[in-house]
Nanobody, 123 residues
Framework: VQLQASGGGLVQAGDSLRLSCAASGQTFRSYAVGWFRQAPGKEREFVAA????????NYADSVKGRFTISRDDAKNTVYLQMNSLKPEDTAVYYCAARFTSGTIVALSEYSYWGQGTLVTVSS
């Protein structure tokens, strides 16, 4: 499966953005999907994950209450709605997928990665 992340941009603190992760090559229906981010000079970190059915989600503490992950399998797309953005959310955001039923937090457990999309939040 090929993943394409999009939706990044330059916004001000407090604004919202919605990132999209579109899959091609195969149906997304049976894949767990996660979002990760990497800020300059830092390691890639977990942001949010959703299981294959969309009924189980997991969030990093730093984004709980502000970010929402969701999926639309009819569109083969997973979304990350980001509200109340902060300067510390500035990073390149990546989506990842694995053919499994669970919700995956660990970066190393994902099989497929998309290219990143840059989110810049100004203060």
């Amino acid at each position: 499966v090929q993943l394409q992340a999009s939706g990044g941009g330059l916004v001000q603190a407090g604004d919202s953005l919605r990132l999209s992760c579109a899959a091609s090559g195969q149906t997304f229906r049976s894949y767990a999907v996660g979002w990760f981010r990497q800020a300059p000079g830092k390691e890639r970190e977990f942001v949010a994950a959703i299981n294959w059915s969309g009924r189980s989600m997991n969030y990093a503490d730093s984004v709980k209450g502000r970010f929402t992950i969701s999926r639309d399998d009819a569109k083969n797309t997973v979304y990350l709605q980001m509200n109340s953005l902060k300067p510390e959310d500035t990073a390149v955001y990546y989506c990842a997928a694995r053919f499994t039923s669970g919700t995956i937090v660990a970066l190393s457990e994902y099989s497929y990665w998309g290219q990143g999309t840059l989110v810049t939040v100004s203060s």
